[in-house]
């Protein structure tokens, strides 16, 4: 009894209910969906979606009675290079089926809490809000008189966030230790195929479900750290524009924003960072602004 009374109290102060439920029988099967209709490849062991399937009650049932007797254990992953649109490659994290659906699970389980606590600023990769929302936001700034504006791109935001730090912020939002300890080791997972040598494991590159999750709460200390009267920031994912009316204070927030990211192990992108105004016109996810008007691309 005394064994079971802490944690009961626990669970009753903790804002997530018991970590157990974040990976019932209903809520892997829920994470398998999504992972299903994401139609993403095979695993790193080779597995497909399909073989999965074809004996998905045992598969959820072993995956969890591993998680909640926390004996779960990642599988090694492979990186894959994907293009992108400016000629360069993107390295992608791809994990076994069965990883991606325990990590879907504890997003699920997690995202709630978070989004409550994340700053009406940040708009990617959160749930009911889009790029359209973004530019919307955008559109309001240079109505109440902003017109000059900080276009800045963070600098592999996704291979330069510090484990450390993600581990620090998970503490601090009070997530069940357990579930801490489950993100630590898909953090430091080996990648069986690395092709850089200071990064052999899987950090929070892209390719797992949670990233998207972890990079807001990892900027979330940026969010409030630009939270200025004189200056109004927009950030989606490791995309972000700054605002205001004078070209001092855009200066200002430059230097104040470079500082702010440089705490945390990060920096803007040397070469796709600059200060324009609305009236040169700049794009911004898939939106491009001029003067009071914006378009989106197609």
Request: charged share 20%; net charge positive.
């Amino acid at each position: 009894m005394k064994a079971i009374f802490p944690s009961l109290i626990a669970n009753l102060q903790s804002p997530y209910g018991p970590w157990q439920s974040a990976y019932s029988v209903d809520a892997l099967r829920r994470a398998w969906m999504v992972v299903r209709a994401n139609k993403g490849g095979s695993g790193s062991d080779g597995a497909t979606i399909s073989e999965f399937e074809a004996r998905l009650e045992p598969n959820l049932a072993n995956l969890r009675a591993e998680l909640v007797n926390q004996q779960y254990r990642p599988r090694p992953v492979k990186q894959i290079l994907v293009p992108k649109a400016n000629a360069r490659w993107r390295p992608l994290t791809l994990w076994t089926i069965r990883d991606r659906v325990a990590q879907r699970a504890t997003y699920n389980y997690l995202e709630p809490v978070f989004d409550r606590q994340f700053l009406p600023c940040s708009f990617g990769f959160r749930s009911g809000r889009s790029t359209r929302d973004t530019a919307a936001a955008i559109i309001q700034a240079r109505k109440r008189g902003a017109f000059w504006v900080l276009d800045a791109d963070i600098q592999d935001c996704f291979g330069q966030m510090r484990n450390h730090i993600v581990l620090k912020q998970l503490a601090r939002w009070r997530v069940p230790k357990p579930i801490q300890q489950l993100v630590k080791r898909w953090l430091q997972t080996k990648i069986g195929n690395a092709w850089r040598s200071d990064q052999t494991t899987a950090g929070t590159s892209q390719g797992s479900a949670l990233s998207p999750l972890l990079c807001n709460l990892y900027l979330h200390s940026f969010d409030q750290a630009m939270q200025q009267r004189s200056i109004t920031l927009v950030r989606y994912a490791d995309d972000f524009v700054i605002l205001a009316r004078r070209k001092a204070a855009v200066k200002w927030a430059q230097h104040w924003a470079a500082a702010n990211l440089k705490r945390i192990g990060l920096n803007m992108h040397p070469h796709k960072t600059r200060i324009t105004t609305f009236d040169e016109g700049f794009q911004f996810v898939g939106w491009f602004f001029i003067r009071e008007e914006m378009y989106q691309l197609k």
